[in-house]
C-alpha cells in the first residue's frame, strides 16, 4: 500500500475508534440529546463545530432544523458524517464543511452552536476561542450554546499504588518524584473521594472571553484523615441546557485528572487547595492545618519537573563537550 | 570589598510570592507565577548553596547577615560568599523574584 493510503487508513482506524468509544458514551448521549431537543425549533439552523462523527447534526435536522451545517477538520470523518446523515434521511438539509472550528467562516444565521469540544481537562480542545468565535460571528440574536456553562470541580482523593513499578523491582524515587508534579488520568473506578467535590471555577460560554486567563480557583475540603489523601481529582461538570448537567467524574468517556500531592500529616483537618489551571503554568497548591494545630504546604507544578530535567540536560550537554 | 559591595550588603531583600521554590532530588527550582503564559527562561536551577541563600531572604536578615548564615552553614570563603550572594541577588532581582524590604525604623 502506498504511503499516504496506508497514513490514511491508519488515521481512519484511529479517528473511528476514537468516536466509537464516544458513540458508546450513553450518558453523554443522553444529555446531548436532551439538550438539543430543548433548544432545536422546527425550522432552526444548527451549527455544529467539531461534528466528529456527526450525530448531533444528524439529529439537530432530525428534530426538524431547517439547515444544519457540520464544521469537521479530519477529512476521513466528513463521508462519514455524509452517510449518517443519508442513512437518516436528512442529507439534503445537512452540509458538511471540512474546516477547523477555530478559523472557519460562516454567516451569522444560526440558532443553536453545539459544539463537543469538552477535554478531561474541559478547556485543552480549543472549547473557549472556538466558542467565543461561534458566538461573536455566526449565532443570532437569543440563540443558543450547548454547552452554555463549564465548571471544574474537585475533591481530595485516596491515589492508587501506581506510582513506580509496581511489584518494586527497583527503586523508582527519581521518577516518582517528577511524576509528583505531573498531572495524570484517574480511572473512574480508581475515584475514591474523601471529601465532597466542590466547584473549583464556572465559565459561562455566553460571555466569557478567551483572552482572559482562567481565574486562579480556591476550594477547602474538610477530612477525616489527611494522611489517606493522594491528591486532588478533578472532572468537569456541563451546563448544556436549562436543567440540563453532564458531569465527566463517572460514567462516561471522559477521565478525571489526578493532581498529586505529597503525603500530609495523620488525621484530621482542613485542606485548602488552590489551582491554576492555564495549561502554561498549571499548578497547585495545599495548606493543610490539622486539627491539633500542625501544618503542611507544598506547591506542584510540572515546571518543577522541567526545571529539574533542563538542569540535567544543560549538565549532559557540558559534560559532551 | 568596595564601598558600592557594602551598601548593598546592607540592604534587605524578602521573597517574591510570585516565586515558588521546590526542592526536587538534588535540585531546587524556582518557579515564577506569571501573570500570562509561563517564561520557562525565568525557571531558576539553585545550587544548594543558592538556595539557603533563597530561604534565607525572608525580609528581615540584611545581606551580610545572610552571608554569615552561608558561612556557617557552607565551608567558604568569605569574599567568595559575598560575591556570590550579590550575583544571585542581581539575578533574582531581574526576575523580579525578590522584593527590597522597607527600611526598619
Redesign the interface.
Known sequence: MAGPAKASLARLASTLAYHQVMLADARRNRAFARALARRVRPGANVLDLGSGSGVWAVLAARLGARRVVAVEREAVLVPVIEALAREAGVADRVEVVRADARHVRLRREFDVVVGELVGNEAFEEGLLPVFERARERFLRRGGALVPEAVALVAAPVRVPPRLGLTPPLLPA??VA??TA?VPSNLHPSELHALAPGRELLRIDLRRARSGD?LPVARARFRVKDAKAVGGIAVWVRMRLGPGIELETRAGTHWLPTLLPLEPLPRGPGVLEVEV?W?A??R?W?VAFEGARGERRS????P??????V??ALARGRSARR | MSRSAQGRLAEVWARSARMVGRRIGDEYVLVPLAERGADLDSILNLSRVAAFVWEQLDGAKSGGQVVDAVLEQFEVERDRAERDYLELVETLVELDAVKRAPKRA
Not at chain 1, 507544598?298 to 507544578?301: D, F, K, L, R, T
Not at chain 1, 515546571?303 to 529539574?308: D, K, M, Q, T
Request: hydrophobic residues 40%; charged residues 15%.
Open positions: 524515587t527519581s518524584s517528577l508534579h486567563a491554576d492555564n502554561a503554568r499548578r497548591s507544598a506547591s506542584h507544578s515546571l518543577f519537573a522541567w526545571g529539574v533542563r538542569a
